[in-house]
């Protein structure tokens, strides 16, 4: 693409940013594609010296917390282009055997986890549109102005082409809610309804501001479970997804004395209340408990199976180093992806900072 294309598009995209008012009151008919549909990249975002992934006592630390990143990016980039957002593309691109489907953009982060302040995509009227809302890192726990701001220097470079911005004045997270493609989101209540986002809302409030902007028809409530170790509140892609509109992939602990026994146990008895849009109860698949994982300190992380990536020619799944549970994992969503390669990716670097594979990607559709 030549320069004065490059400028054309970042101008053009200058003015759809700027011109465009915050979503109508009237509703249009609006939904979120569903992730299993065709996808036009992957977005991620690398760690750097200045994130809390680069421990100044050991040379290694940034190097070894890279490793994941680079796994999950090539395993993206077998079928679809990846872009990753870094502080040095030179030194990161340098880092791969191969950079094919990457693109390598420099803009300053506060964190990694591009599944919570990346754009949220909407289709209206047969068009998409970036929506880019509030981020304030899980509820004001950490600084996160640079990552708030990184939807809008994307846009303005012109990465998003012509695709329209809107910037909405209101809390959500993408790894918060789920949406089937036809109307539904799952989400839940622990996270949605916390005081610290939007200053505590009812269900009902946060239900009109999920029709109204993302067009949702129902809302589907889990009111239980959590991780320990967690810092988002319970965001719903650690705990239940969507794979297909009739069927919902959930964790389920079978150990009494796990401290999640109970939660979840709960979590999967509302499960089963569910119905979908045509009154079915959905298809529920039970994911199995990863055996507990610590820090340094003895603190439990965050290690689920349910933060998978659905890519265009891919299903990419973590593990952590559990061998009886990841093979059981992987064995399940084989039989639920048949048509697309299913990928391991070892990931508990990734949870000794609080996320997982799912928590750092964030997927544009076509």
């Not at 569903?34 to 040379?59: G, I």
């Not at 996160?144 to 809107?166: E, F, I, R």
């Not at 809302?219 to 794979?243: E, N």
């Not at 390669?341 to 990607?361: A, D, F, Q, R, Y």
């Amino acid at each position: 693409m030549t320069c004065s294309k490059i400028e054309a598009l970042q101008r053009n995209a200058n003015q759809q940013s700027s011109i465009l008012n915050p979503l109508s009151q009237e509703y249009p008919v609006r939904r979120v594609p569903a992730e299993w549909e065709k996808q036009r990249c992957v977005l991620m975002s690398f760690p750097h010296e200045e994130t809390d992934w680069y421990d100044p006592d050991n040379p290694k630390s940034l190097n070894e917390a890279l490793s994941p990143f680079i796994r999950i990016a090539q395993a993206v980039a077998y079928k679809e282009p990846v872009y990753i957002i870094c502080k040095d593309k030179e030194k990161i691109s340098s880092m791969f055997c191969s950079t094919f489907n990457m693109i390598f953009i420099e803009l300053p982060t506060n964190d990694t986890w591009i599944r919570d302040y990346g754009y949220i995509t909407v289709e209206e009227d047969g068009e998409k549109r970036l929506l880019d809302f509030t981020f304030d890192g899980w509820g004001g726990k950490f600084e996160a102005a640079l990552d708030n701001s990184v939807n809008q220097a994307l846009h303005k470079k012109g990465y998003m082409g012509t695709t329209p911005l809107v910037q909405i004045d209101f809390v959500l997270e993408g790894g918060s809610i789920e949406s089937d493609g036809d109307g539904t989101i799952l989400t839940t209540s622990q996270c949605l309804c916390n005081p610290n986002r939007n200053g505590g809302l009812t269900k009902e409030q946060v239900e009109e501001k999920l029709s109204q902007y993302l067009g949702a028809k129902r809302i589907l409530w889990l009111d239980h479970g959590y991780l320990a170790g967690d810092d988002t509140d319970s965001h719903i892609d650690t705990l239940a997804r969507f794979v297909n509109k009739d069927t919902i992939v959930y964790v389920k602990c079978d150990e009494s004395s796990d401290e999640h026994y109970e939660a979840l146990k709960a979590m999967e008895k509302q499960l089963h209340t569910f119905r979908t849009a045509e009154g079915a109860p959905y298809t529920l698949i039970p994911l199995p408990m990863c055996e507990a994982k610590f820090d340094k300190e003895g603190n439990r992380l965050p290690a689920t199976y349910a933060n998978f990536l659905i890519s265009n020619g891919a299903m990419v799944y973590p593990t952590y180093g559990d061998k009886t549970n990841d093979a059981k994992a992987g064995e399940i969503f084989k039989q639920l992806f048949p048509d697309r390669e299913i990928i391991p990716v070892n990931c508990l670097k990734l949870i000794e900072e609080g996320g997982s594979l799912h928590c750092s990607t964030m997927q544009i559709p076509f």
